[in-house]
């Protein structure tokens, strides 16, 4: 490293070593002397002194001692057990290096073990986290480095919170001129590290003491948790992490409360269920109803309560794929004739019932019934930001139910239930059984649909899906990857009723989320023996690809099916609408949106970083045995990819 | 994708009178094996898949599909839906024709039989 301008600090660490050998109480006397001497004492304010560090520290702050035998990173640790966070995720950054040291010496050593997790990009920390928590039902942590670190998962937070998805975020601060190093340390100082982050985390604090970080730690975990979960961020100092704490009593850390998510208001709920159970053709529509397994059973209860068919959005596991009720494939058909559209934490209800109107670049409108009546229930209005429009169009409900959906629905079940007679029952019934021969049509429907290019090469989308079904179907699998980009084929097809069979997609659509996000779920499977697998696309791998590396130096057993289509396949659709509607061709349409001249070989790629590697897999026939062989592989507990050359959707 | 069938059709119906018959008759009659081609090089294979199988809101299935030529006609030169406009300008009725020809030859043989798949049926 070349010589800095700083050479007075190197000088004074020098120093400072020096007198620490000669015991850090002779040091502090003539300190404390000098400033006594030549500081005049400080005008009487009612301003109270911002940090007590030294207070609990008992050592100034720019006097660091030369060995110590705590620091407040170890408090932090243990503040973090007792939150029951087991794993922080990192990609190594010399700010936190307080957190990093108590971490492996101290968390990892001692019971109960909080683990790290060695990542390549902040992207893949976050993104682990996002994937780890939609399986775990709770944050796994993430140091990020200052600044640069944050900068760098800036989107993969935004999925997450997108995606409504907790984590517990930490990125170091070092706001004091004085202490931190110049160049690159300063380079990397920010007055308000967590502004880049503030539009899209749930809630940011930058504790000054570390009581007080015990306490901010404590609520960024309830706040993350409570419903609408999100990302929660603490902003933590250098000088708080690396302070010793001895000779003072510990800062406590605070309990966590037993908290009830949000229900929407009783009356409300009364009120719906009257308009629900009064209904003709009543359609329950949900994208992120389930937020844990008791969410997909009151799904199910309500459904069957009511037998009204359930449009899944499938940005949980929400309803069963195969149940007969379930009527996804065929939803804009049944919104359209809809009298009651129950709209359940929606992404985006407005686009439930409104849509492009043909030949239009940009008009659009309502498909559904003219006098149908539109009902949220959702917590996320209840999450108020600004300026990223993850908020959507604005949804033209007739009534809104600000709540929980999952944690409302069991006083909504219980609504319905006592307003059921027997005649409504007996035309409920009848209502489901037509329901359930709709049911078995589209899924023969599907199925013929699936059959067409059955051998075609490359691929279809289809059999690439099916010939992966047919090897886990019988394991105790996660496809923990969205199936947006592959028409939706899992959901169509697949049997699926448990809820960690699917965890949805990103959030924000940010690309460079599956490969990571999909090893944070493999990562949390990988205690209960599960099989996870994740169809990955070609141009997200290629965002993150080191996820592989994790993948294999922390042993994490998940299947990449990589859809290989050899593009950013939506962008060339999008690119190929725009150049015909200026008339000048498609014949250019593949610069920018391909990925060709030359192929990526993924399972070489995967390979190199110590993943097992097979493909390209371009005949159909041999998809499946390549599937046998990589769960196999799974099965001793290591990571496995394929590569297969597939069809664009 | 019923409804988008039924919605191509009907836009279709309604565009008979002013899709030329020639361009009908030339779709018909096309080259296959250049309509191959072409479906390959303008994109069409992006969507619907290069045999055209489908299979999602991106593009539905067209092997198969019973979909008449001046329909085809007239989802290419004024589509529906997201589907990119070809003109005649970046695609002459020539080529419109061959395209025709190849997802016409593409439906010849019977369609797959999703019974006679078992992993189709688990």
Redesign the interface.
Known sequence: MAKRKDDDSVGRRGFLKGAGLAGAGVLAAPLTAKAQNTAPPPPASSIPATPNRELERGTPADVKPATQSSSGSDYMVDVMRGLGIEHVAAFVGSSFRGLHESLINYGMLTSPNIDFLSCMHEEVSVAMCHGYAKIEGKPMAAMLHETVGLQHASMAIYNAYADRVPIFLITPSSPDARTRRSTVPTFHSVQDGAAIVRDFTKWDDQPGSLQHWGESATRAYKYAMTPPCGPTLLVTSMDLQEGPIEDRPKPTIPKIPVSAPPQAAENAVRELARILVDAEAPVLTCDRVARTPAGLKSMIALAELLQAPVVDGSMRMNFPWRHPLNQSSRG??LIATADVILGMEMSDFWATTNG?A??TEFSTRSFAKPGAKKISLTGVDLNFHANYQDFQRFPDADIALEGDAEATLPSLIEAVRRLIDKDKRAAFDARGKKHGEAHLKAL??Q????????D?Q?I???RMV??L??VI?DEDWTLASGSQMQ???PQK?W?ADKHHRYIGDAGAYGIGYTAPATLGAAFANKKYGRITVSIQGDGDLMCCPSSLWTAAHEKIPILYVVHNNR?W?QE??AL??T???M?????R?HIGTTIRDPYIDYSKMAASMGVYGQGPITDPKDL?PAIKKAVAVLKRGEPALIDVVA??? | ???MKA?ILG?AVAALASASAANAQSAASGDAARGKELFL???C???H???????????P?L??DGLPPEAMLQQIR??????????A???PDKDVGDIIAYIQALSSGP????EN?P????
Do not use: F
Not at chain 1, 583 to 587: A, E, N
Not at chain 2, 78 to 87: G, K, R
Not at chain 2, 119 to 122: K, Q
């Open positions: 804009r058909a492009p043909p030949h023969a429907d199925r013929t649909l699936a059959a067409e290019g059955w075609s490359p279809t989308v289809a099916m010939e079904y047919n179907k028409n939706n084929w097809l049997h593009a396949h060339i659709m190929q609408q150049a015909n509607r008339q000048r061709g498609v014949d349409t499946g069809q664009g959707r | 994708m019923t409804q919605m836009l090089n303008n994109g294979y992006a969507c898949g290069t045999t055209g199988a489908g299979g999602g809101p991106a593009g299935r092997a198969h004024n589509p529906a839906a997201q589907m990119p406009p070809y003109t300008q970046v695609l369609a797959a039989n999703a798949i992993i189709l049926n688990r």
